[in-house]
């Protein structure tokens, strides 16, 4: 029997993670290294995720090598100039002035991938996204323990996956699910950067959430 | 400026959290109910997970009605005799003595849905599935705060999610991307269960981490 119990204090302290976690991108990475240590933490937390069937789907490339560096953002500054058409006025010179990835100023990059399972798992068999998904939530641990760490992570996904692909010579059944960059930050800004410019507005709970169907009044 | 910096301390309870963290399944939730309060705060932890272009593509049907879930337990049973052969002879046998969900036992299942915003989302030009792992990162968060709440969380994937948004009338273009049973626990297993009847092997997580690319030596 494994019944720990956490306390309310223990509570309060993984919601204050959570709101203080942001999504870390170009301009805010210090140059400070992350220790091999800090990275294996890291990554523990990720293998401590729930996968569909027990799959643990996960693969990792832990990247500091410069040279892959500068062609993961090749791929960005491609993928980057054909996302920057599809806003119009105001969002187009808004989103020119973001800076969206810190790829060569983070010490660490990891590539996280999605490696299909050769067997049947349980769980995947109706909803097939299952093996992605669990590698989301891996993710997401990671993301977490990499707060509490005092560390910054950022996801970029205004890349190619094939290309990335191509340039960490994954093998070809593999699916890049996230490029994350990794190190330490000059500010955890208090709110989302996207939110502070006004981009989007932040969602109350209660107009998201609905009881028992549908069809029925919110909550 | 935001720097709340987090002790050591702070990151082990995390990671105890993670640690204890399991996936929840049938003959195991109490009749207990879970309070409004608690639900309310395991939805304010979705609402505090990252989102690709701040989109917060999110939406949950919160279930407590009988009916709703006997509908629901039917689409599991139709799969799930589907699934059970796709196992094999000691597996098949395996997987039968398995009780995959606790859809009616837990007093409250919450169902998730991906809402595609109709207009374009900053960082999802290139990876269409950044909405969807949006909330998938928004389950994990869920996960680990009811785990901090001594709730038990299950999420049943052996579900055709088309009938579930039948049932639950969704909007044609939401996808139903989990369906989580949730409600306190007679206990937290030491091990997820299918580690436990050596469905799956634990995988080390240098099995699974490489270093600049696949083709460089593992870690």
Request: charged share 25%; aromatic share 8%; proline share 4%.
């Amino acid at each position: 029997m494994n019944n720990k119990t956490f306390t309310v204090s223990d509570q309060q302290l993984l919601e204050e993670i959570m709101l203080h976690r942001r999504d870390i991108r170009g301009n805010n990475f210090l140059k400070k290294q992350v220790s091999e240590e800090t990275i294996h933490k890291i990554l523990l937390a990720a293998s401590l995720a729930p996968s569909v069937g027990f799959s643990q789907p996960w693969e990792f490339v832990v990247i500091r090598d410069n040279a892959t560096k500068n062609l993961v953002v090749n791929s960005f500054e491609i993928e980057n100039e054909k996302a920057e058409k599809m806003f119009c006025d105001e969002k187009q010179k808004k989103y020119a002035e973001l800076k969206l990835e810190g790829i060569k100023e983070a010490p660490v990059n990891i590539a996280v991938f999605y490696k299909p399972s050769t067997r049947p798992v349980l769980g995947q068999n109706t909803m097939k996204e299952m093996g992605e998904y669990s590698v989301v939530c891996a993710i997401q641990n990671m993301w977490l323990m990499s707060r509490s760490l005092n560390v910054g992570l950022g996801w970029v996904s205004i890349l190619n996956p094939e290309s990335v692909k191509k340039i960490l010579k994954s093998p070809p059944g593999n699916k890049l699910v996230a490029y994350l960059c990794i190190g330490y930050v000059k500010e955890f800004m208090n709110i989302p950067e996207l939110e502070k410019i006004n981009w989007e507005t932040r969602k109350s709970i209660n107009t998201v959430v609905y009881q028992d169907s549908y069809s029925v009044d919110r909550q």
